[in-house]
């Protein structure tokens, strides 16, 4: 899994959505600091990044507003509580 963190400026966001390939796996995104999760990006264009949700529905993204990435497959948060007790 490859994280990028929050705080990183969103042209370098943007750069690395224009190279990622379609249906990339993709776990969750940072918009504006709020969890989304999301199946898998879509594409890049035009400033707005398309995923797949986990519903299989589009979801379409300002690139801009993206703080961050969690790639591959993303585990629930729960599962790790009790690594954190």
Do not use: H, W
Not at 25 to 44: D, K, Q, R
Not at 53 to 69: A, E, F, M, T
């Amino acid at each position: 899994m490859i994280n990028i963190v929050s705080n990183t400026e969103p042209e370098r966001i943007s750069e690395l959505l224009k190279k990622l390939p379609p249906n990339c796996p993709v776990g969750i995104l940072y918009v504006n600091g709020a969890e989304m999760p999301v199946a898998s990006f879509s594409n890049y264009s035009n400033g707005l990044a398309y995923f797949v949700s986990l519903d299989s529905q589009i979801c379409i993204v300002n690139g801009d507003r993206i703080d961050g990435i969690i790639f591959g497959v993303a585990e629930p948060f729960e599962e790790f509580e009790d690594d954190f007790e």
